[in-house]
């Protein structure tokens, strides 16, 4: 199976950084996109932003300029590094795996169970 496990969310006043990892574990044969999302209490998932195997990003607009996702093939660990940080920033944020495992001729999504960052003001 496949594991994704999420790290670094805590408190931080405005304006403060924070950089989340998630890290992939399991039968893995090959990552096609890693991806960062977020909910805040009543609200829906957002996708906040992405990495394809290729190295393309594409960012969710109120992050850009201020968060960075970045991977690490060699340890199949993606971050977010997240700068100038709001208190409308706050929520979980949990990380997604779109891959190939296993046996499996077709990818599939994996989720981890999230991290919480919340902002100050």
């Known amino acids: 199976q496949v594991r994704l496990v999420e790290s670094g969310g805590g408190l931080v006043q405005a304006g403060g950084s924070l950089r989340l990892s998630c890290v992939a574990s399991g039968s893995l044969l090959r990552i096609h996109f890693m991806r960062w999302y977020r909910q805040a209490p009543g609200k829906q998932r957002d996708l906040v932003a992405a990495i394809s195997s290729g190295g393309s990003t594409n960012y969710e607009d109120s992050v850009k300029g201020r968060f960075t996702i970045s991977f690490d093939n060699a340890k199949n660990t993606v971050y977010l590094q997240m700068n100038s940080l709001k208190p409308e920033d706050t929520a979980v944020y949990l990380c997604?795996?779109?891959?190939?495992?296993?046996?499996?001729?077709?990818?599939?999504?994996?989720w981890g169970q999230g991290t919480q960052v919340t902002v100050s003001s």
């Open positions: 997604n795996a779109f891959l190939n495992y296993g046996f499996k001729t077709q990818p599939e999504d994996f």
